[in-house]
């Protein structure tokens, strides 16, 4: 490794904190960049009155935490976000710098990458780093999504990528964790050029797909929204929440909130079950992080039986009643 760089950053968005879970899944994945590049991770944070936040992801395994901690950035501002991130890129000269792709990470960070001139994979769903050449491999669906493209960044530094919520798991709360917090000087800002007068959270229900153990995925093969209302009931039994392939939410027999895959969600569940669904790349993206996929599928020669751990060669529709009745029996 070229050693004039610096380590692994992760940009910290503790907005949502308990739901939001990007970047301690990135810390995770930063640590295992770091170890190979015989580096440290470190989280960037900009906010008022943020310190809790520096501690939790110290707790969560980040060596180090560069905090700005200043009244006037209580408001996201794009402005001020990308002219600070700068400076400090300048002068600590990152390896990689990593953020979630969130509506937040997908607004500034290419603008970042813009000013510092260097590269951005948007919206990956594996990192790796070379073990020969040590550079980022960033895997990014690209061409409509159509196959994976692995993106690296010779010459420019730092190597930047927004990653996927989700397909990374998170490393447990360590209260004994030991890091540096640094509070770098902050008192120069850009004069923003866009006002913020008012933001407020929107309210998009309860469903919670990132988080919960169980996730009931339907797909297309369910043939109407009345069998795929059964799954609501099989996610009550097991305690989870229900998913949903692109086809399924576009026949209106889900919202676009429980939408999995590429365009959507991707879970960390212990237990995916997935029925009638064809096992598309682009739909897989979102449920290869479960720790167990089992699918129902009627076409034995179905791409999604390549995946799964427990295979089930049945209808649907004759299967689901059965499996209802047996856990109501159980449970
Ligand atoms: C740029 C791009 C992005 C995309 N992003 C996403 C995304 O984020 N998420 C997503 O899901 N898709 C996405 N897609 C669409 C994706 O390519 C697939 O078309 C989609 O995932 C297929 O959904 P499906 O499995 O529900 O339907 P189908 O492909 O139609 O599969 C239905 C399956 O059900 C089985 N089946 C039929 N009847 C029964 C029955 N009675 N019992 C049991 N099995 C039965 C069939 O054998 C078949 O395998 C994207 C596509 C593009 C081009």
Known sequence: MNK?????????????YFQNRITLQLIAKGRELAETLN????????????HQYAMEYVAHGADTVIVADHQNLKEYEVEKYTTL????????????????????GREFFPRLAKRLRTGLSAD???LEVDPESFLLVQTTPAFGGELLAEVVTPDRRPQMATVHPGVFRELPHNAESVGHI???????????????????????GKVSLEDAS?????????GSKEQFELLYELAELLEGEVGATRPAVLSGWAGEDRLLGQTGKSVNAKLVISIGTSGALQYITGIQGAETVIAINRNPDAPVFRIVDLGLVADAATVLPILLETLRRRL
Do not use: H, M, N
């Open 39 to 50: 580096t440290g991770t470190t989280v960037v944070l900009l906010g008022d009155q943020i």
């Open 182 to 204: 640094i509070y770098p000087e902050v008192d120069v800002f850009p004069e923003p050029r866009v006002k913020i007068v008012r933001s407020k959270p929107q309210r998009t």
């Open 85 to 104: 991130l700068a400076q400090w890129v300048k002068s600590y000269q990152p390896e990689i710098f990593l953020a979630g792709a969130t509506s937040f």
């Open 214 to 222: 169980v996730v009931i995925a339907g797909g297309k093969g369910l």
């Open 124 to 126: 990956c769903v594996d």
């Open 4 to 16: 004039t760089f610096g380590g692994v950053w992760i940009f910290g968005d503790y907005r949502d």
